[in-house]
């Protein structure tokens, strides 16, 4: 955007780079992806950077017509010249973004949810690295990843090339992910501990139910606390763990 893009070339450019960079899109990557979207004029130019590139205007047109034009006449031939040497440029580049998207698509491996659950050895990893954390594990969720094959009706130009390689070089053989969901222990001690004040009180003496029910409403609504640990398999061997929180 700073370099003079659009906010929507700008953006569609990120999420392409993201995809290059981070493929196999992990479970956390896929929501990242998805989660980061543009809201606004997509047509909006934040930044006017000047350009070295020089455009035929009222010079061409007195060579070709031999005729004279006033200064606002030249005025509007220049901006009308430009108009259109920048929407060519557009175009072009808008149909190179619109290929690049689908052959990005095509190059991703398949991530299916495994019904098997985590494996021990993946599960007693995680339980341990939740308690180093001092959080409580709650459920946990395994993806299989199976390789993308590189689409036969691509075009093998210079870009396939480039983002096969890239796609490729970071794929590392990465057969599966594993997730695991916890809550700091002292949220979970806290909220255990509110439960059962309330269930053993009930409703306090002069309040209505309503009133209970709008406070237990405020309650549930609130934001949960929430720690991910996300195990990365290759060859059947987990080589990294990441850990994320909620905000």
Known sequence: ?????SLGRAAL???QRFIEKASPLSPMNRKTLAQFNLFGDPAIVPVDK???KLVIGPKLVNLTKGVKLSGARKS???????HNAEAAERAQRRETLRAKGPLLSQLQPVLSKSQAGLPKGVESSL???MAQLNCTPGGAISFTVDSAASPANATRGSMAKGITRAVAAKKQGTTGFHVMFGVPATVAAATNAKAKSRGAKGVAKGSSAKTAAARDNRQKSRLRRIVVLEA???NGKIVAVTEAHSK
């Open 1 to 5: 955007m700073l370099k003079g893009a």
């Open 13 to 15: 450019e990120a999420r």
């Open 50 to 52: 000047p350009t070295s």
């Open 76 to 82: 509007a031939v220049t901006a009308k010249a430009t």
């Open 127 to 129: 339980r341990k690295i």
């Open 232 to 234: 990365k398999e290759v």
